[in-house]
């Protein structure tokens, strides 16, 4: 602690100091505040005196007792006190092998499947994907150690047709889709396009089969998908293949995660991901589908829980909202795998969103869904006397239309760091999960009890 305190000041060599505090030579530096270090101070006070007034000020919270100045002894003694604590407490352990750092968050991309659209739908910000990604693997901006970015995978049709019609899926794989479907998917069919919507499902894929080693990530993430609009064979809003849903329905039958609970806060129902569990019957994968009042175009939403924000919402309304709605969608799911739509179209800045949330509202929604789900307040199993686990959870990027379509514009970039936080977000409450927790049998435990500083860990 003293020496963190004194870190920036200048050193007192290592022989005085020995001399001074009569002890042995193991203590070697010291500091002086660099306040007292003028001359003025220094032709007055000799070092032993300035060390002993920063001793007696750290020792005594509320200043030394007056009248009763420190002993040599006394300063000897409480420095061994400080060093001694120090080798008592070890180092926060977490997971992985002994002296190692915690594993980053395994994140996946696919805008290397950029799609030239033609200039009536440039209203889609395509080139956001790769502007988010570069973001993130700037090193300024989050170090290497807390994150590895692959390239999504293709979703095979097997894959795609667990969730969907298959003879949709053939249909728009052949480029066999009506003028009808191609008008109400917001784009023109291309091959590119293809790749496109297979890796969209395909990354989402790879962001589960990660959380399903149980080993030791607890966050994951695809920098695209959130596609909650397409449903069972319809296509809608720049939505082909329901990502959420596949990869719910992938997780259920080949990972063996029992209970799946979707976390949908993009400012649009996930209407397509509701209906296409109701079409097939599935269960245990339950729906929170949390949107605004005015943004429900086409089909009506048939979520477990709907929850409509009224228009024009700030902050502090839609996190109260957000904070019951979790209460609740969580008793009644009780959740093995959490996947979470983290669109940003909710921000003051969208095109269409119609809602005011700021971008540290937009960033505070992300903290809650991750600390709720890896119960970092514990302020879920203690409210709701849940188990105290950890559920893992898979992020995709959902919505966030700026104002701007230029890729320049202050709107534009608005929306690309917004999305960009909810990254980072994720691997920092990543790491802090694998010094919380651990998994055992493929549920995860406590790995230490809980500490008052476990929010100064990241
Ligand atoms: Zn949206």
């Known amino acids: 602690m003293l020496a963190q305190s004194y870190g920036r000041c200048g050193f007192v060599s290592g022989a005085s100091l020995s001399w001074a505090l009569g002890s042995s030579s193991k203590w070697t530096s010291f500091v002086i505040p660099r306040r007292e270090r003028s001359k003025k101070v220094r032709r007055i006070l000799p070092p032993l005196e300035l060390l002993r007034r ?64 033609p200039e009536r739908y440039q209203r889609f910000p395509m080139k956001k994907y790769g502007m988010v990604r570069r973001k993130l693997q700037d090193p300024k901006y989050m170090t290497p150690f807390h994150a590895t970015f692959t390239p999504s995978s293709l979703a095979t049709m097997g894959e795609l047709s667990m969730a969907h019609c298959p003879d949709y899926v053939g249909r728009y794989i052949r480029g066999q889709f009506t003028e009808d479907e191609i008008t109400k998917s917001g784009f023109p069919w291309s091959e590119q396009h293809v790749l496109r919507s297979m890796s969209t499902v395909g990354g989402t894929l790879d962001a589960v089969r990660v959380l399903a080693a149980r080993s030791t990530a607890f966050v994951s993430g695809h920098l695209a998908g959130g596609t909650h609009h397409a449903g069972y064979a319809s296509p809608a809003g720049f939505c082909i293949f329901n990502d959420l849903a596949v990869a719910a329905i992938v997780a259920q039958q080949r990972h063996g995660f029992r209970k799946i609970l979707i976390v949908d806060t993009d400012v649009h129902p996930g209407e397509g991901t509701s209906l296409i569990f109701r079409h097939l019957n599935v269960r245990d994968i339950f729906t929170l589908s949390l949107h605004c009042a005015s943004n429900i175009f086409g089909e009506q939403p048939v979520s477990d829980m709907d929850v409509v924000i009224p228009d024009g919402c700030f902050d502090e309304q839609y996190l109260t909202i957000l904070a019951k709605a979790l209460d609740a969608a969580w008793l009644a799911s009780e959740p093995e795998l959490v996947l979470f739509q983290a669109g940003v179209d909710i921000a003051y800045v969208d095109r269409i969103g119609r809602l005011n949330i700021s971008s540290a509202g937009v960033l505070e929604r992300t903290r809650y869904v991750l600390d709720y789900a890896l119960d970092m307040d514990r302020f879920r199993s203690k409210r709701l006397g849940t188990p105290p686990r950890a559920v893992p959870v898979a992020i995709c990027m959902g919505g966030g239309y700026p104002k701007n379509p230029e890729e320049n514009s202050p709107e534009f970039k608005e929306i690309v760091s917004m999305h960009a936080e909810v990254y980072r977000l994720a691997a920092k409450r990543n790491r802090m999960a694998q010094r919380e927790f651990k998994w055992v049998n493929g549920t995860t435990e406590y790995l230490t009890p809980p500490k008052e500083d476990r929010f100064l860990l990241v």
Do not use: S
């Open 54 to 117: 920063e001793f007696e000020k750290n020792m005594y919270e509320e200043g030394p007792p007056k009248g009763k100045p420190l002993t040599t002894e006394e300063v000897a003694e409480h420095l061994k006190k400080e060093a001694m604590k120090k080798k008592r407490e070890p180092p926060r352990k977490f997971t992985g092998a002994p002296g190692t750092r915690p594993y980053p968050a395994y994140f996946f991309y696919n805008d290397e499947y950029q799609v030239e659209l």
